[in-house]
């Protein structure tokens, strides 16, 4: 399944396959990226990052691709799992010590 | 491993009253930040410090401050409090390289203190 990020706040994929999750960024100026996972009530998780000077960064089960041509993030789901149920916010900053300055969540939901 | 501490996890409070919100960052970490999450919202920046001084300032109204102390930890104070000021609020900390080293270090949250205005 793929969401177009902001367009469409909900994504449900079916237990087992890929999940894809887009994100258009703002400032031209951001130099790092992160998803982050949030579960109901709970604070965001950190997920994966991925600086300007790469393209795409693996971790487990998890790939993050970056477009900078076209301010685009997205992160790959492999055999989405009950317990990726959550909402994934898309993050970017600049510069060290920097705030975050996140994007609107998708939520994403789980089909047995 | 150690994680960010918040307290209390939960607060209400009547409107005007005053509110004190703590953070403990994970050990070593000397960068604080606060964000301020309301209800189906993303979270949005508030205030950060590095080693004790402010670093960086969101939108954060004029009735909050807050400091970071010598051992790290982070106190936001809410005063003549609103309705509108209901929310999770949630702390992160990061350990901020030196200068000439890689930008911007990850930020790990803590889970959040639930405020409840009346």
């Known amino acids: 399944g793929e969401s177009v990020g902001l367009h469409l706040p909900t994504l449900s994929v079916q237990e087992g396959d890929n999940s894809i999750i887009n994100c258009a960024y703002s400032n031209s100026a951001s130099d790092y990226f992160i998803w982050y996972k949030q579960e109901s009530g709970k604070g965001p998780q950190f997920i994966i990052d991925i600086r300007s000077n790469m393209d795409k960064r693996q971790g487990q089960r998890v790939t993050v691709l970056l477009n900078k041509t076209v301010k685009h993030l997205s992160l790959q789901i492999a055999a989405t799992q009950p317990g990726d149920s959550a909402v994934y916010f898309c993050a970017e900053s600049y510069s060290s010590a920097s705030k975050i300055i996140f994007g609107s969540g998708t939520r994403l939901s789980i089909r047995p | 491993a150690a994680g960010v501490i918040q307290s209390p996890r939960h607060l209400i409070k009547e409107k005007r009253e005053t509110a004190t919100l703590k953070c403990y960052p994970i050990?070593?970490?000397?960068?604080v930040y606060w964000y301020q999450q309301g209800p189906g919202q993303d979270p949005q920046f508030l205030i950060s410090?590095?080693?004790?001084?402010?670093?960086d300032k969101g939108s954060i109204p004029d009735r909050f401050s807050a400091q970071q102390f010598s051992d790290y930890h982070s106190e936001l104070n809410m005063s003549s409090l609103e309705l509108g000021d209901s929310a999770l609020y949630f702390c992160?900390?990061?350990?901020?390289?030196?200068?000439?080293?890689?930008?911007?270090?990850?930020?790990?949250f803590g889970p959040g203190t639930r405020l409840t205005v009346l």
């Open positions: 410090f590095y080693e004790k001084m402010q670093s």
């Open positions: 050990p070593r970490h000397d960068t």
């Open positions: 992160a900390s990061s350990f901020t390289r030196l200068a000439g080293g890689p930008s911007t270090d990850t930020q790990y």
